[in-house]
């Protein structure tokens, strides 16, 4: 008896819509992570550089994110999805260029905050949040999740082979032609879609909305997942320079990035059936475990920390955005998430200028204060998050 093949999740529209995004959202990913297991190493050769100053260089990218979040979640809110998406992938290349040109760790500075300057994650998943059912949405959140997931195993795989044959330098123009294949793709491949229909803005109920307790836990741990991202791609890569060369290190990246897609890919399914609450403690229980095997400093150690690491990571990156996404109108999904994200990236200039000052006085302190921030995470979301997300 023949039996009816399984009837697809979304609609064909959906998945051309998840796709199409998911692609570029992937460009861009490669394009933001190719260089970043060796900023920190390749930073330290730079003029004028300090391990603060280092610091400052990878984690400013999230300040001038953090700032330019609300802007474009505002704006595109108002005139749509496409346009801002496309400005901020622009300036985001200009970064990236500039950092092709950097000879001092001051001017790596300006380029990274060049490159934050592209901050369109808010646009991305307000498109989404825009095309799918509230229903259907943490399951839609995990195809971009899977695609940066990808996209970030070719990164931090290919990274270490290409190092032995281009500069860092040379990565950067090389993620500056993926930046702008991105915008290439978005402009001729993706339909604009519908205006969302925005609202007049009213800073007494944006304000309200973000002191909400069901928004201020999340806002405050997606805080410090992004800090603790900065913080790991600090950390991460001084440990590996003592055991192994720059070209090992795909070793270690490539599988962890490999478990963590399984990890948000189950994790997504379980929040889907109403457990939100427990995968998001789960997640933060594992950052706090990888902080304390990072103390290890030995090999399996650091290859442990990674692997638990990217898990906990990837899974809130995926069920944060979502969550955030129904409890939210669409005329206002765009400025919120705006502001979720904006806090987000916040966290990612002060995990990656604590940390590099805490790295120059010992080392041992970034990852114990790694271990401390996780923990402030799980407990905020213990206490403050309900288990049953409202939806929109």
């Given at each position: 008896?023949?039996?009816?093949?399984?009837?697809?999740?979304?609609?064909p529209?959906?998945?051309s819509?998840?796709?199409?995004?998911?692609a570029a959202?992937?460009?861009?990913q490669?394009?933001?992570?190719?260089v970043?297991?060796f900023?920190?190493?390749?930073?330290a050769?730079?003029?004028?550089s300090?391990?603060?100053?280092?610091?400052?260089a990878?984690?400013?990218?999230?300040?001038t994110?953090?700032?330019?979040?609300?802007p474009y979640?505002l704006?595109s809110d108002?005139?749509g999805?496409?346009?801002?998406?496309?400005?901020?992938?622009?300036?985001?290349?200009?970064?990236l260029?500039?950092?092709y040109?950097?000879?001092?760790?001051?001017?790596l500075?300006?380029?990274?905050?060049?490159?934050?300057?592209?901050?369109?994650a808010a646009?991305?998943?307000?498109?989404?949040?825009?095309?799918i059912?509230?229903?259907k949405?943490n399951?839609?959140?995990?195809?971009p999740g899977?695609?940066?997931?990808?996209?970030?195993?070719?990164?931090?795989?290919?990274?270490?082979?290409?190092?032995?044959?281009?500069?860092?330098?040379?990565?950067?123009?090389?993620c500056a032609?993926f930046s702008?294949?991105?915008v290439t793709?978005i402009i001729?491949?993706?339909?604009?879609?519908?205006k969302?229909?925005?609202?007049?803005?009213?800073?007494r109920?944006?304000?309200t909305?973000?002191?909400?307790?069901e928004?201020?836990?999340?806002?405050?741990?997606?805080?410090?997942?992004?800090?603790s991202l900065?913080a790991v791609?600090?950390i991460?890569?001084?440990?590996?320079?003592?055991?192994?060369?720059r070209?090992?290190?795909?070793?270690?990246?490539?599988?962890s990035?490999?478990v963590?897609?399984?990890v948000m890919?189950?994790?997504?399914?379980?929040?889907?059936?109403g457990?939100?609450?427990?995968?998001?403690?789960?997640?933060y229980?594992?950052?706090?475990l990888?902080?304390?095997?990072?103390?290890?400093?030995?090999?399996?150690?650091?290859?442990?920390?990674?692997?638990v690491?990217?898990?906990?990571?990837?899974?809130q990156a995926?069920?944060l955005?979502?969550?955030?996404?129904?409890?939210?109108?669409?005329e206002?999904?765009g400025?919120?998430?705006?502001?979720?994200?904006?806090?987000t990236?916040?966290?990612?200039?002060?995990?990656?200028?604590?940390?590099g000052?805490l790295?120059?006085?010992?080392?041992?302190?970034?990852?114990?204060?790694?271990?401390?921030?996780?923990?402030?995470?799980?407990?905020?979301?213990?206490?403050f998050?309900r288990?049953?997300?409202?939806?929109t």
């Amino acid at each position: 008896m023949n039996q009816k093949p399984p009837k697809s999740l979304f609609t064909p529209k959906e998945n051309s819509i998840l796709r199409s995004l998911s692609a570029a959202l992937a460009l861009r990913q490669i394009g933001l992570l190719l260089v970043l297991p060796f900023l920190a190493t390749w930073a330290a050769d730079l003029e004028n550089s300090t391990p603060a100053l280092i610091g400052i260089a990878i984690g400013i990218f999230g300040l001038t994110q953090g700032i330019l979040q609300i802007p474009y979640g505002l704006w595109s809110d108002r005139t749509g999805r496409k346009v801002p998406f496309i400005i901020g992938m622009l300036v985001f290349t200009i970064g990236l260029l500039l950092g092709y040109l950097a000879d001092s760790v001051y001017t790596l500075i300006l380029a990274r905050a060049l490159q934050g300057g592209g901050a369109v994650a808010a646009v991305i998943y307000s498109w989404i949040g825009d095309a799918i059912p509230v229903e259907k949405r943490n399951r839609a959140m995990s195809v971009p999740g899977i695609a940066v997931g990808i996209s970030s195993v070719i990164a931090f795989v290919g990274g270490p082979f290409l190092i032995r044959v281009i500069t860092v330098e040379q990565m950067f123009l090389l993620c500056a032609l993926f930046s702008a294949a991105a915008v290439t793709y978005i402009i001729f491949c993706v339909p604009a879609g519908s205006k969302p229909g925005s609202a007049p803005f009213s800073m007494r109920d944006y304000i309200t909305a973000i002191k909400s307790p069901e928004l201020l836990p999340l806002y405050v741990t997606g805080l410090i997942m992004n800090y603790s991202l900065v913080a790991v791609f600090y950390i991460l890569p001084q440990l590996i320079a003592q055991h192994m060369t720059r070209e090992d290190t795909w070793m270690v990246l490539g599988p962890s990035v490999i478990v963590g897609m399984a990890v948000m890919r189950a994790a997504t399914k379980a929040a889907d059936a109403g457990k939100t609450k427990v995968m998001l403690l789960g997640s933060y229980g594992l950052t706090v475990l990888a902080g304390l095997l990072f103390l290890a400093h030995g090999v399996p150690a650091i290859f442990a920390a990674a692997i638990v690491f990217f898990a906990s990571y990837m899974t809130q990156a995926t069920l944060l955005p979502a969550t955030i996404t129904k409890m939210v109108a669409p005329e206002r999904r765009g400025t919120v998430i705006g502001a979720h994200n904006a806090l987000t990236n916040c966290g990612s200039f002060i995990g990656g200028a604590l940390t590099g000052l805490l790295w120059g006085i010992a080392p041992s302190l970034s990852s114990s204060t790694l271990v401390l921030t996780a923990l402030c995470g799980g407990f905020a979301i213990w206490v403050f998050f309900r288990e049953t997300v409202p939806a929109t």
